[in-house]
Structure formats: C-alpha cells, structure tokens
C-alpha cells in the first residue's frame, strides 16, 4: 500500500513540475548573441537566430589575398556584419583580434600565398597570428564591414643596413666562392640565432671545406630547433662522407689484346678518435687481383701467357683537423714480401680558393696491371696536386711528380716523371648540367730496363713515354631525389696524331648517411701500349655507420 502511495505522488509531482516549466516564458531560453557568435556551426537552425533575409545559415567571412609592389601582399576581409577589430604588432610578429568569426576556406589560399615571407601562421575562432619568415613591416586599417592587413618586406624600405639586405650579400658572397667576403658579411648576424644564418654559414665551411665546423655550426641549429628537418638532412649530408664506412668494389677490366683482370677490393675507415679540432681515422684496403695475360713472351719469343692471382693490401691512419688541413700515414703489404710505406699531406690555399696536397710513397707496390699481376712490381713516387674551385662555373687542377718502378729482388725497371692538368667548365648548371672537360696526362720515361719476371726472363712489356690530351663532354642529370646518372663522350689524341674514342656511363644511387650504390661502364685509350684501348665495368657499394 506504502509503495501504491509513493508512486502515485511521484507521478503528480513530475506532472506538476512539467505545467510550472511550460508556463515560463520561452524568451528565457534563447541564447544569446555572443554564444551564437561562438557555437553559430554547433547549434541547430532553431536556435540561431535569423539574418536580415530571414535565413538561418551564418554568413561567412570572404577573404581576398592578392600582390602589391615591391614584394607586399594585402589581405581584405569583409564580414557580413560590422566589425571592431584590435590589433598588436610585435618586431615581427602580429596579433589581430576579431569580434566575430573569421572561419573561412579562403584562409587556406591566403596561408598558401605568404608561406614565402610568414613562417608561422594561426587562427583561432576570431583571432589572427602572424610571424614573419624574414623581417617584415605590417599595416592594419578596417572600416564599417572590412579589414585590411598589409604585409611588406623590410628590405625595400628606405634603410640600407637592414638585415634581409645584409644576408643577400654572404649569400651572394658565398655562390660566388668569396670565403674571406663570406665569413666576414656573416659574422655580424651570427649572435641572432636566424636558420638562413646558419644554413649559410654551414655552406660556406663546407665548400673551404671545413666540415667539421659545417656539422658544428648545423648542430648549433638544431638544438634551437630540433625539428627542422631541413637543418637535419643538411647536416647528415655534411657528416656522411667524412664518417666512417665499409666498402666493397669490384672491376671487370680488359686491355684489348693484351690482358684481362678482374679486381675484388674492400675497404674500410673507422673513426677512432674525435674532439673538437681533430678526427683520427684508421683504414684499411683489401685488394684480390686474378686473371690471364696474353701478351708476354720469353728471350727466344715463344709465347708465354701468366695466369694467376695476387693478394695486396694496406692499413693507414689519416688525422683531419677542423681547418681542413690533413696528414696520413700508410702501411702497404703485397706476396713475395713487398712492403713498403707512404705518407701524404694536405692543406687549404684560400687565395686559390682550393687545396694543395702532396704525397710520398717507399717500396710500395705497384697496382698497375703488369708491375702488380704479371711481376711482383714495387714504386717509389712522389706526387703533388693542387685542386682550385675558381667559381660556380670553372675548376681545374695541376699535378705532376716522378716514380721508379722496379721488379722485387732485381736492380731492374724503369723511370719516369709525371704531369697532370685537367680543366672543367660548367656550361649549363640547372638540371641536366653539361659540362665541358680537358685533361692532360703524360708519363715521360726517363729509362727502361729488361724486366726479369719471377717465372723466367721476359721482354718488357712494351712501354714508353706518352702524352695524352682528352676532350668531353659531361651530363649529370638528377634523376630523382637520390638517384643520378652521368654520361661523357669524347676523344682522346696525343701529338703523334694517334686518336681513340673515350666514353662512359655510371648510375649512382645514394641514400644519404647510409649506403651508396654505383655502377658504370667506361672506356678509354690505354696508357700501357699506343694504340690500344682499356675497358672496364665497375661495381661499388659503400655502407656507412
């Protein structure tokens, strides 16, 4: 009965309270202006109140975005109702406060339009947020139902000395391969902590090259902004070469008529030691030559062909200090217990804008086809070379030196000095980049001897001095991000009026500060007998770590 009772007066109360709440007036639960304002997407067509034309769909705000001179841009909202607006303008930063929705699909193009001079772009419900990529000047003007921001580069006002100005000349400077010119227009801005600094900065240290400090200077900026993954594939980019690696090389190589080689080589480098001026590296080379020569014949001229294989190899240390200069140490070791040694300097020449290297070897053993396969060859060579990168269109190297090649456990062999000078001219340099290419080699011997080989007297291989001038032509197209091809044509010819044909292909793909892959195929005259040509197929991979 209790429960009967209970239940009846719960229904009454429910009945009573839904008559009081009806009775209201229904003005009492409309919502107001502002939330319209704010919910005008959430709320249902009921609730928002109606436009001047009785509908109830929220007008949207119509932005326009188009250029000015010298660089501006002007951005025109019209709102469909009046607007106030507030502004604040920061160095070069800007807020702007709206009192009503700016929500539009023309904010998409107007982002789209100023990426090039807005790095940072936001919008709230009613709120605008600029930051500028570079040094910009803003102007907010509005009137009844519309609102201009105009934004314009800093560089074309009246002020020389304004920083935009200052960062196109190094940059100018540093495309031009000005060093001393470049480090000093960039040192002035380096206390600001600007991207385009650094990333100019970066480039400058590494084309001296200075690669160290290249990575240094890239570090730098990540740590302010250890997302930018631009800054972090420039700085792979600039470590991957100079890190440590394994690589694996294999070569297919015939000089026609005369002998067929193949050659298994690895290599490797490991960094053993860094600090902040100096990277000691320690490498080590593995090489396995086999195959057949044809062309040797004894005293009384019978045809004798060698067949068989040699296994040579070196171990070194190579210590790289942050100016760029170098010096390295090397052990060398062949069969038949030919060793010998080598040392090699190198330093940096800025008012050449290249760098000056030279080399000095003792008993080491002598990797050309005949010396090292056929007869256990060693050389003694001292050689010098000097690199220069004059601009963006033309660089060229010299080079010269002298050797004594000898044969292991006999006073025979011969000598010989050599010169060296190459000169390539960028033509075109957007992509493909056709490049114009003259060498000049030329080895003059100074004496020949009978050479005696380790399976019995033979004629020397024919040898004698030679002097070859080389013209091609060069493409190098980018295929891809990572992958580019090279193609060269052209001739050979010495003073004797002897001419041959020389060409190539070689494929690379390279996935940076991992592992690169090249093959290529080539041809060229041979320097081991006039007349004759070489070819060879190559093979290369190189992973790093």
């Keep these: 009965m209790n429960k009967i009772f209970s239940t009846t007066v719960s229904q009454f109360l429910f ?26 997407e959430e709320l249902p067509p009921s609730a928002q109140k109606k436009g001047p034309h009785g509908s109830h769909t929220a007008k949207k705000v119509k932005i326009t975005t188009c250029p000015m001179e010298e660089g501006g841009w002007q951005a025109r909202f019209s709102f469909p109702y009046p607007v106030k607006v507030t502004h604040r303008i920061e160095g070069n930063r800007l807020y702007v406060d709206f009192n009503q929705t700016i929500d539009s699909p023309d904010l998409t193009d107007m982002q789209e339009r100023l990426s090039y001079l807005i790095s940072q772009f936001s919008n709230g419900v009613h709120t605008l947020y600029l930051a500028g990529k570079r040094d910009v000047s803003y102007q907010v003007a509005s009137g009844d139902q519309w609102v201009e921001i105009t934004i314009m580069p800093k560089e074309i006002d009246p002020a020389v000395s304004s920083r935009s100005l200052k960062i196109a000349c190094a940059r100018l400077q540093v495309e031009n391969r000005h060093y001393k010119q470049g480090f000093a227009a960039l040192d002035p801005l380096q206390d600001t902590q600007d991207k385009d600094v650094a990333v100019l900065l970066a480039e400058l240290e590494g084309l001296v090259p200075l690669w160290q400090r290249q990575v240094q200077v890239l570090d730098s900026a990540l740590a302010q902004d250890p997302l930018d993954e631009d800054l972090y594939r420039l700085r792979q980019e600039a470590f991957s070469p100079h890190s440590s690696f394994l690589a694996y090389e294999w070569q297919w190589q015939d000089t026609l008529t005369l002998a067929i080689i193949r050659v298994n080589r690895v290599q490797e480098e490991a960094i053993i030691q860094r600090t902040y001026d100096h990277t000691l590296y320690l490498g080590a080379d593995y090489q396995l030559w086999s195959g057949h020569v044809n062309s040797l014949s004894n005293t009384q001229g019978a045809d004798v062909p060698f067949t068989g294989a040699r296994n040579q190899g070196s171990v070194s240390l190579r210590n790289e200090w942050e100016n760029g200069n170098f010096c390295k140490g090397t052990f060398y070791l062949q069969e038949q217990n030919v060793y010998g040694g080598g040392i090699a300097a ?33 050389e003694d060579k001292v050689e010098f070379q000097l690199t220069s990168v004059y601009n963006r269109y033309v660089n060229w190297e010299i080079g010269g030196g002298g050797r004594r090649v000898g044969i292991t456990h006999t006073p025979t062999g011969y000598a010989s000095i050599l010169a060296h000078a190459e000169v390539d001219i960028n033509l075109i340099i957007t992509n493909p980049i056709l490049a114009f290419h003259y060498s000049y080699e030329a080895e003059y011997v100074e004496y020949l001897k009978t050479k005696i080989g380790v399976e019995g007297p033979y004629n020397p291989v024919p040898l004698t001095s030679f002097e070859f001038h080389t013209v091609s032509a060069y493409l190098y197209f980018t295929c891809r991000e990572n ?60 992973a790093r770590f």
């Design 15 to 40: 009945i009573g309270l839904a008559l009081g709440l009806y009775a209201q007036p229904v003005e009492r639960f409309q919502f107001s202006e502002q939330t319209r304002q704010y919910f005008s």
């Design 346 to 378: 190198g330093c940096l020449v800025p008012p050449l804008q290249g760098q000056f290297w030279i080399s000095a070897d003792y008993h080491r053993p002598c990797w050309e086809i005949f010396e090292a396969f056929a007869y256990h060859g060693r």
């Design 483 to 542: 992958l580019f091809i090279t193609i060269y044509g052209g001739e050979t010819f010495n003073r004797l009026g002897i001419k041959s044909p020389n060409a190539g292909i070689e494929v690379k793909y390279v996935k940076p500060c991992r592992f690169e892959m090249q093959m290529g195929a080539y041809q060229f005259p041979s320097q081991v007998a006039p007349g004759t040509a070489e070819r060879f197929v190559l093979a290369r991979v190189t």
